[in-house]
């Protein structure tokens, strides 16, 4: 998926916050922390870019959900679009807000020993507990 050299484009549910990305974008997964699930409904798919890959238009609203991290969504229609670890030089979007074809496959479920006890992951992608 590295150097897809596709560039993507998302949106909140309104439209009132979206984004280009363009360049490296890694690490597609699904989250199933409680923290995302909270957040999203049930689980969070995304994949990561370096930040200054990722144009943003419109004003998300930043959640600091931790010390490490901040959420970003929508504050007109809510759709959570963005993860962003204090830390890292990276920055998570939202599968779920693409447009297609993204020539994204997910490579990895995260967080599974945190995953809520109404389903089964069963696709057969890689989980990490
Ligand atoms: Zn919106």
């Not at 699930?37 to 959900?65: D, E």
């Not at 007109?76 to 830390?87: P, R, V």
Request: net charge positive; glycine share 10%; charged share 20%.
């Amino acid at each position: 998926m590295k150097g897809n050299g596709r560039v993507l484009k998302g949106r909140c549910n309104c439209g009132a916050v979206s984004f280009i990305v363009e360049g490296d974008v890694q690490g597609a997964s699904v989250c199933h922390c409680s923290q995302c699930r909270r957040q999203s409904g049930h689980t969070w798919a995304s994949a990561h870019a370096p930040v200054s890959a990722v144009k943003i238009s419109g004003a998300p609203r930043w959640y600091h959900t931790s010390e490490t991290a901040r959420r970003g969504f929508c504050t007109t229609c809510g759709s959570f679009l963005f993860w962003k670890a204090h830390d890292e030089d990276r920055m998570s979007f939202a599968l779920g807000a693409l447009e297609a074809p993204t020539g994204i496959t997910l490579e990895k479920h995260i967080f599974t020993a945190d995953k809520g006890d109404y389903y089964e992951i069963a696709d057969g992608v890689p989980q990490r507990p």
